[in-house]
């Protein structure tokens, strides 16, 4: 199984913080960044082949990935995505869809979210593609919201639906099975064709509208936050804060973090 981290987007509504650097080398705690999060995260379930979508600021990415690979015990390989600052992330995902058919544990880079998050996934896996969901959260327009049918396949993925007819919001953690690879790979390429703008969640739909295994897995009661704008990274940096006194009071082992310091966070 590979590692994929969508790591492209230009992060415009956190300027001027992301003037000189993509969302996902935003620090959260101390020098740990979301992109340090992520490596973690998959690093801990032993997922250590990792490939990064870069785009927007991306040397700023190349110039610390021999750093980033000692610091996590990870091999990583960048995918350059130069429609970035253009086109929306359905082009980014179909980049790496050579990826697909060893097994991809996708992640968005601007998502901080807690290991469970990646053993949920890995414990449930089955269908060719599951999707992460929060299902307790209260639900407005800007989420990502999802439906299933009683089943339990996906009908509906799309910030439009009307949140009291959604069963959850899909929280940018997905697993691709090898099984999905060529199909998958079929519905983003009909998608961003159809329009660039359009997000690799849309693709998700159009691989499940063609008949394509999509379930949802409950994240259950986790701290998370996609980062958006100031307010959801001074959240991502209030949850970060949190999980490392809790650590500490706890007297968890405190693994080893960035550059050689440590951190009891366990997100």
């Not at 995902?93 to 058919?101: H, K, T, V």
């Not at 089955?126 to 299902?135: I, R």
């Not at 439906?147 to 639906?161: E, V």
């Not at 929280?171 to 099975?177: C, R, S």
Request: proline share 5%; net charge negative.
């Amino acid at each position: 199984m590979i590692g994929l981290v969508l790591a492209a987007g230009a992060g415009r509504r956190l300027r001027p913080d992301t003037d000189a650097l993509p969302k996902a080398l935003l620090p959260v705690h101390g020098p740990t960044t979301i992109l340090d999060i992520a490596l973690r995260n998959l690093a801990q379930v032993g997922v250590t082949e990792v490939a990064v979508v870069v785009g927007y600021a991306a040397d700023a990415i190349r110039r610390q990935q021999a750093t980033l690979q000692r610091r996590h015990q990870v091999t990583l390989t960048l995918i350059p995505n130069d429609r970035a600052e253009e086109w929306n992330n359905a082009y980014s995902l179909w980049l790496a869809r050579e990826l697909f058919a060893a097994g991809v544990l996708l992640l968005n880079g601007d998502t901080v979210h807690p290991v469970s998050v990646e053993q949920t996934l890995l414990r449930q896996r089955g269908p060719e593609l599951l999707l992460a969901v929060d299902t307790g959260k209260p639900l407005a327009d800007e989420e990502m919201k999802v439906r299933f049918d009683r089943t339990g396949q996906l009908t509906h993925i799309h910030k439009g639906l009307e949140p009291e007819t959604a069963h959850g919001e899909y929280i940018g953690a997905a697993l691709i099975e090898p099984a999905a690879a060529i199909g998958l790979a079929e519905a983003l390429a009909a998608t961003w064709r159809r329009d660039p703008g359009l997000y690799y969640e849309d693709g998700f739909q159009a691989y499940a509208d063609r008949g394509g295994r999509v379930r949802g897995a409950p994240i259950g009661a986790v701290d998370w936050v996609e980062v958006d704008d100031h307010a959801d990274l001074a959240r991502a940096r209030a949850i970060l804060a949190r999980a490392v006194s809790e650590a500490e009071r706890s007297g968890a082992e405190r693994p080893s973090g960035p550059s050689g310091s440590h951190s009891a966070c366990r997100c």
